[in-house]
């Protein structure tokens, strides 16, 4: 799979739209809308980290 669509299945994940996904990581909306259309790299220690913060959260949020 892309990156590209990994960054798009990850958002989709955390049932967020473009914008909120840039302003939850700080990234520039346009930035997000190229990496999903694959007009622009996203270096994987990015990918890496953003799947890293959205699992512990995830982790921080359900804890029993």
Known sequence: MSRGKEVKELREKMGMNRREFSDYYGIPYR??????????????????????????????????
Do not use: G, H, I
């Open 31 to 64: 930035t997000v809308q190229d990496w999903e259309a694959e007009k622009r790299e996203l270096p994987e220690y990015l990918l890496r980290l953003m799947k890293y913060r959205a699992e512990v959260e995830y982790m921080v949020k359900n804890k029993s």
